[in-house]
């Protein structure tokens, strides 16, 4: 069965810093894997996918991932941090045994972005 | 085109009362998906509904919820009797193809259920 860890429940950093959101997957299968940010009260927004094509995704405002298959990884970074990068991050595996494509959600990372 | 719909954004209801909630997929989206978020917690699966049929219903709680996804209008996630433990934020989602795994699924504002 398909599971993913967000290795850390909070991480703070300066504005102009790196980003790093940590991430293992556990599959039995190929995976698809995605982040997800959530502003406060609202919706779900995608950010980047991996698909099985190029190992290295870009995603929207700046953010990436590499899928590590050696490592099962796929943590989520960006050069710079913005102020309105604070938000909540989920890690995502789509369930692969069967073709219904539901989501696994991870518990989430917050992300703080001090000034 | 106008992303996913969820309505009520809010709703509050008092125990043993009934809540419905609803969605209105992406334009051109036929699969719908039903996710619940428990405070501090990521959303879990609950069910995965194409028109007229349930796909998968395997995190939904066998009672008092109910989904349906009919030919015309929105899916409806319904709650009956409502107790405290369903407070909780009930995001939908809906993709363009046919539930496969590499489908993206996008993501309605949610609907925040408060059960005093």
Redesign the interface.
């Given at each position: 069965a398909q599971s993913v860890t967000q290795l850390d429940s909070h991480v703070s950093v300066s504005e102009g810093t790196p980003v790093l959101l940590r991430c293992n997957y556990s599959s039995s299968y190929s995976p698809?894997l995605?982040w997800?940010v959530q502003h406060p009260?609202?919706?779900?927004?995608?950010l980047l996918?991996y698909?099985s094509a190029a190992t290295l995704v870009k995603g929207i405002n700046g953010f990436e991932a590499e899928f590590k298959k050696s490592e099962t990884s796929f943590h989520l970074t960006k050069p710079s941090a913005h102020m309105s990068d604070a938000a909540e991050y989920?890690c995502v595996v789509?369930?692969?045994s069967?073709?219904?494509?539901?989501?696994?959600?991870?518990?989430?990372t917050t992300l703080q972005v001090k000034p | 085109n106008a992303g996913?719909m969820q309505n009520p954004r809010h709703l509050v209801r008092r125990r043993g009362q009934e809540a419905r909630l609803r969605c209105s997929p992406m334009k051109g989206h036929s699969?719908v998906?039903w996710?619940r978020q428990l405070p501090e917690?990521?959303?879990?699966?609950m069910v995965?509904l194409q028109k007229e049929n349930i796909?998968?219903e395997s995190?939904m709680p066998k009672e008092r919820f109910s989904a349906e996804f009919p030919k015309e209008g929105p899916s409806i996630l319904r709650i009956q009797q409502v107790v405290r433990g369903d407070s909780a934020a009930y995001?939908c989602?809906s993709?363009p193809l046919?539930?496969?795994?590499?489908?993206?699924?996008?993501?309605?504002?949610?609907t925040?259920l408060t059960v005093l």
């Open positions: 698809s995605f997800y009260n609202k919706g779900l927004q995608l996918k698909t989920f789509s369930e692969g069967s073709n219904t494509g539901k989501l696994i959600f991870g518990q989430g | 996913v699969h998906y996710y917690e990521g959303l879990k699966f995965y796909i998968d995190g995001f989602a993709s046919a539930g496969g795994r590499e489908d993206t699924q996008y993501f309605g504002p949610g925040r």
